[in-house]
């Protein structure tokens, strides 16, 4: 999973630079590159990164809890 995320977060990298360089270029197609690189990065790379980070119960060691509520 770990590798799957370093490749990902790659992918989106070189997707930003493209779009980057379109954008400098003005290229016509560049809005497009650089949004779907966005939606890329929302849907794809973001909830498996969340997914990899919380899966095990990692994150209960992070959460306030009152005395009230562990009675």
Do not use: C
Not at 6 to 28: A, D, P, R, S
Request: charged share 20%; no cysteine; net charge positive.
């Amino acid at each position: 999973m770990k590798t799957l995320l370093k490749i990902l977060f790659v992918i989106f990298l070189i997707w930003m630079i493209t779009g980057i360089y379109l954008l400098n270029t003005q290229h016509e197609k560049a809005q497009i590159v650089m949004g779907l690189g966005v939606l890329y990065m929302s849907f794809i790379l973001m909830p498996t990164f969340i997914y990899y980070r919380y899966k095990d119960g990692k994150y209960k060691k992070y959460i306030i809890q009152n005395d009230k509520d562990k009675k």
